[in-house]
């Protein structure tokens, strides 16, 4: 067997433009190498994020964050080679979907790739593995920043609906059994509705913070996609969510103007200004439990990943470039061809 593989990789951090090289001789994980619970898995599809190059192209703080050279790409779907001592939920053959942990160097643009017991789940026979690469990165944040906070009939307020955590936000809101409004520009209204919104606010044509206050304090949770629009979302959550509901905040783009707004909402006593919503601060968690509902709702119709494109595994730079200017959905790469 061959002992070394393809995969991208970024040598330093820094633009992935000058980086980013697919290399033919990068050392193959080994059966050996395998440590308790782990899987050697043959990656079929990778599935992008914009973490995938963002985190490499801050500067030398990346090296604080993961470890050179890099294999981007978090999300996968494949099939195992071998298995651990031990590990019984899965046999060489079997099909997958998984996540790599972005921390570590080898990721999902590599033929193969080593994966803990909480970075994968099987998936049954003829599960569409585009579908499967798409999903983990941004359904288990959907899931993990609503599912601990609500209960069946609450509603759900989402800041940024029609990107892929967006997408995904408003299903797994409707199979928790919450009501969800969401916010989008007018061209993406009707993709939000499609997936289940329940009320859209158009950000173009309306006041977002003037509509949510003629909702009134109904909200049980607020989870903002956005960042910086609005930039005092988080200081005016006071007036659309209910007492003792959370604010969480996954990410986008941040000001200096917002991230000004929400510390001193956080910091100040609520007679100054400050916030009386508790602010969560989003982190995706690799979590098989989390992990098996995903594949579980996708294997019922409950979830599903809009596709934007597929690349071929030599076109994984354009890819990634595809990302970086906004793709309308999810943007996956083909490692194998069959």
């Not at 969401?182 to 209204?189: D, E, I, P």
């Not at 304090?217 to 930039?231: E, I, K, M, T, Y």
Request: include cysteine; aromatic fraction near 8%.
């Amino acid at each position: 067997m061959a002992q070394s593989m393809r995969a991208w990789q970024a040598a330093q951090p820094g633009a992935f433009k000058q980086t980013l090289k697919l290399h033919d001789d990068v050392p193959r994980p080994s059966e050996a190498e395998l440590k308790d619970g782990q899987v050697l898995v043959e990656v079929a599809r990778a599935g992008l994020n914009p973490a995938d190059y963002k985190v490499c192209e801050i500067g030398l703080a990346s090296r604080a964050i993961t470890s050179f050279p890099k294999t981007p790409g978090m999300d996968l779907s494949g099939h195992v080679v071998a298995v651990a001592q031990g590990v019984t939920d899965v046999k060489a053959g079997d099909a997958v979907i998984g996540r790599a942990n972005p921390k570590q160097s080898p990721g999902s643009l590599g033929q193969f790739l080593v994966l803990d017991r909480d970075a994968y789940a099987p998936l049954p026979a003829g599960f569409d593995l585009e579908q499967a690469a798409g999903a983990p990165t941004v359904a288990l944040t959907a899931y993990q920043c609503i599912a601990p906070y609500v209960k069946p009939g609450d509603k759900v307020f989402v800041n940024g609906g029609s990107g892929g955590v967006g997408l995904s936000n408003i299903q797994v809101a409707k199979a928790l059994g919450c009501h969800i409004t969401v916010t989008c520009s007018t061209g993406k209204a009707d993709l939000c509705k499609g997936f289940g919104a329940d009320d859209v606010i158009d950000y173009r044509k309306e006041d977002v913070l003037a509509e949510l206050r003629k909702r009134g304090q109904v909200f049980s949770l607020c989870v903002d996609n956005v960042g910086d629009s609005p930039s005092n979302l988080y200081a005016s959550c006071g007036s659309f969510l209910l007492p003792g509901s959370k604010f969480v905040f996954v990410g986008g783009h941040v000001s200096a103007a917002s991230m000004g707004s929400i510390l001193k909402t956080r910091l100040l006593p609520s007679f100054l200004g400050g916030g009386s919503h508790q602010f969560v601060f989003f982190l995706t968690e690799n979590k098989r439990k989390d992990l098996e509902t995903v594949r579980d709702w996708m294997a019922e119709g409950k979830l599903k990943v809009n596709v934007d494109s597929t690349y071929s595994f030599e076109e994984a730079d354009k890819a990634i470039e595809h990302v970086r200017k906004g793709a309308a959905g999810k943007v996956l790469v083909r490692v194998q061809e069959k």
